[in-house]
């Protein structure tokens, strides 16, 4: 094996020029073609690599950085590569392995910043936040930084949150995010604290050019040159921020349709639904009242819902702070969604969320957690330790209909229907009597491939909703 000095051996130019001219399919052949009669040619591999990773195949960039590594040990530069396409591939354990050779061998404030945000990702999150803030100990301007501080602070320290997004985003409110072979140059208007519709699967990176526009902090000097389609990230009603006059002005004098409007998304606040969704047949929507503080005692307010009940942060999703109420003496004051709990318990004992995502109307089963406990999240299920449930997941995606029954599934296509959303989802379960009963129904619900053997009969799911969404994406864009 060479040392860490060994120059590469010589590439045959037609592949190193490809690569440079931006013709990435052929620098890729061409580079294989090398390596065809020379499988120890690092510069080949090289190549392969770089035009693999502007093409946005992760998934093989990382196997070909890792030849390079191999090959041409002891580079920061090839290592950090091929630590961005891991993460690109949600590969985190071997991302942030590589970042901390990275690390080792030159500390700088991008190789802190990519592993604070890959721990992050693996919700390590006081030791993300030590390198985040190393890397901004050596460059305090580094945005990235910033963004992904400020999000691990918002819970914990809201004030230093609001700094790191002052600095992150004053300024610099759009993010370009190009694509090789871009298919169409999506605006995305997104808030710079939570609640955006998590759009990463959603948007594949090698046939999307992205243009991210932070609205709080939008600027006329800084908007974006254009787009061929523009869709609202703010989803969660309780978080969106308002469209600024800058927005609605730059949308307009281009007469560029928003999908997912900001009025459609305000109507998903959790007390609105049972209003929205009134007269469908076959669905229950349990009460639910908004109860501020600062506006009266919460007894009045839980006179509307009854115990027992459940009371909910605003603002939270994943069941974060969820709490079953039985009594009185058990409900704190403070600011909280009141919804009456509905023991939805099937007969066999076990409770069952499905998620359905609703794409331009269309319903596209997305997966079903089978629990015994009432706080239903697929991670926490044990679904892995039961191929039971996982068959009864199964038999879901590939025939909702005939699972649910005739009167839920209906009540599901009418509902997405009634939402108003481009893009959104619906947590719900079948009750005995074979109505749907709702859990909540809005924008920013997380769709992602799987890719472990054990649940990757959801891929195929998966790819419908993909596809249903770029189809909306190309007949938005043709409009």
């Not at 993300?128 to 501080?149: F, G, I, Q, Y």
């Not at 269309?362 to 996982?390: E, Q």
Request: glycine share 8%; charged share 25%; hydrophobic share 50%.
């Amino acid at each position: 094996m060479p040392s860490s000095h060994t120059m590469p051996a010589p590439l045959a130019p037609d592949a190193l020029s490809l690569l440079e001219a931006g013709r990435l399919e052929e620098a890729a052949e061409a580079a294989e073609m090398t390596l065809a009669g020379d499988a120890a040619q690092q510069l080949a591999w090289l190549v392969l690599a770089r035009a693999r990773q502007a093409l946005g195949r992760f998934e093989d960039a990382a196997a070909a950085f890792a030849r390079v590594d191999a090959l041409w040990p002891g580079r920061a530069g090839i290592l950090a590569s091929e630590a961005l396409c891991l993460a690109e591939a949600d590969r985190l354990v071997e991302a942030q392995a590589c970042l901390r050779r990275v690390l080792a061998i030159a500390p700088g404030a991008a190789a802190h910043a990519n592993l604070g945000a890959v721990l992050a990702r693996l919700e390590r999150e006081d030791e993300a936040c030590v390198h985040l803030r190393a890397a901004l100990t050596l460059a305090p301007d580094l945005a990235a930084a910033h963004r992904n501080l400020a999000a691990l602070l918002a819970r914990t320290d809201p004030e230093a949150a609001r700094r790191h997004r002052d600095a992150a985003y004053r300024g610099r409110a759009v993010l370009v995010r190009e694509a090789a072979r871009a298919r169409r140059r999506v605006l995305v208007l997104a808030g710079s604290e939570a609640g955006n519709v998590p759009l990463r699967h959603l948007l594949p990176r090698d046939e999307n050019t992205l243009v991210e526009w932070y609205v709080e902090y939008a600027q006329a000097t800084d908007a974006p040159g254009g787009g061929d389609v523009a869709f609202n990230a703010m989803g969660d009603p309780d978080l969106a921020a308002e469209l600024p006059g800058t927005v609605r002005d730059w949308l307009a004098a281009r007469g560029m349709r928003l999908l997912n409007p900001p009025e459609a998304v305000a109507r998903t606040r959790r007390d609105r639904l049972p209003a929205l969704l009134a007269g469908i047949a076959g669905v229950l929507v349990p009460p639910v009242v908004r109860h501020c503080a600062a506006e009266g005692p919460v007894a009045e307010a839980v006179a509307r819902v009854g115990f027992p009940l459940l009371a909910r942060p605003f603002g939270a999703h994943g069941g974060e702070g969820v709490r079953r109420v039985e009594c009185a003496a058990a409900l704190a004051e403070g600011d909280a969604y009141l919804t009456s709990f509905v023991d939805y318990a099937s007969v066999d004992g076990w409770f069952r969320k499905y998620r359905a995502i609703l794409v331009a109307g269309t319903v596209y089963p997305y997966h079903l957690a089978i629990s015994r406990n009432w706080l239903v999240h697929h991670w926490t299920a044990g679904m892995a330790a039961d191929a039971a449930r996982r068959e009864e997941e199964r038999r879901f995606l590939a025939e909702p209909a005939a699972v649910l029954g005739q009167l839920a599934w209906r009540a599901l296509v009418a509902i997405g229907r009634r939402l108003g959303l481009d893009y959104g989802g619906i947590d719900f379960s079948v009750l005995a009597d074979g109505r749907l009963l709702v859990f909540e129904a809005n924008a920013p619900m997380l769709v992602h491939p799987e890719h472990g053997a054990m649940f990757s009969y959801r891929n195929e799911a998966v790819g419908r909703i993909q596809a249903g969404f770029g189809a909306m994406l190309e007949a938005a864009a043709r409009a």
